[in-house]
């Protein structure tokens, strides 16, 4: 059973556009959401993270969205940009556990 | 500062053998876990160590294996492989043991299993 739930499996967004990505989890025992991104060969990277005691987070471009009550969290890329093109796993850890579970992950190609 | 670094990068080998893969963490970096990333299952967890103990195990067969040396440096074996197991195995390191923190990625070892 997949603990995070990862939406969409591909996106497309043109230059300047935002590109949002959506993820779901059921345990309440999570306390810390993190997103990654992954280029090609390369190992995923920590893009933004979020503790559920707020319900937004912001740097630079990218925000993460968090609703609690509804166990759900996004990630929100403004002016996206060809090189954004990656793919972005969300995931999740329980507060005492240093293991994650990881979203099936988005392949975003932003299109110049 | 160094990243995490995998050993080897890519290797092929044959159904029934087995394969052992390194990772050396980020100086000072006590914690280290390992995945396995697959285009079907994403990104699982392996296993977890911290100061040479096994802290979490994920679900996997006892054909996955690991270790962690005092110096922080960790491997994984696995045993009599199948075609499945076939994955980018990706260890990352912590800063700190058991407190949320950031994974710090290698890029990985590719395993082909033919």
């Known amino acids: 059973q997949q603990q995070v739930k990862q939406s969409p499996q591909s996106l497309i967004v043109q230059k300047g556009g935002i590109s949002i990505i959506n993820c779901a989890y059921e345990?309440?025992?999570?306390?810390?959401f993190p997103w990654y991104q992954q280029f090609p060969g390369k190992g995923p990277a920590l893009l933004i993270a979020?503790?559920?005691?707020?319900s937004e987070k912001k740097e630079g471009r990218f925000t993460i969205s968090f609703n609690k009550s509804a166990k759900q969290f996004s990630l929100h890329i403004m002016d996206s940009q060809p090189g954004d093109s990656a793919t972005y796993f969300c995931a999740a850890k329980p507060y005492n556990f240093n293991k994650f579970y990881f979203g099936s992950g988005t392949k975003l190609n932003v299109k110049p | 500062k160094a990243g995490v670094t995998q050993t080897p990068r890519y290797l092929i080998k044959t159904r029934g053998q087995q394969v052992t893969l390194s990772c050396s963490p980020i100086s000072g970096h006590r914690s280290v876990s390992w995945y396995q990333q697959t285009p079907g299952q994403g990104l699982q967890f392996l296993f977890e160590y911290f100061s040479e103990t096994q802290r979490n195990k994920g679900n996997f067969p006892g054909r996955f294996s690991g270790r962690q040396f005092s110096n922080s440096r960790s491997e994984m074996n696995v045993s009599t492989l199948e075609l499945g197991d076939s994955a980018l195995y990706l260890c990352a390191s912590s800063p700190r043991g058991g407190v949320p923190g950031e994974l710090f990625f290698g890029e990985g070892s590719r395993l082909t299993v033919l």
């Open positions: 345990n309440t025992a999570f306390d810390y």
């Open positions: 979020i503790r559920p005691d707020v």
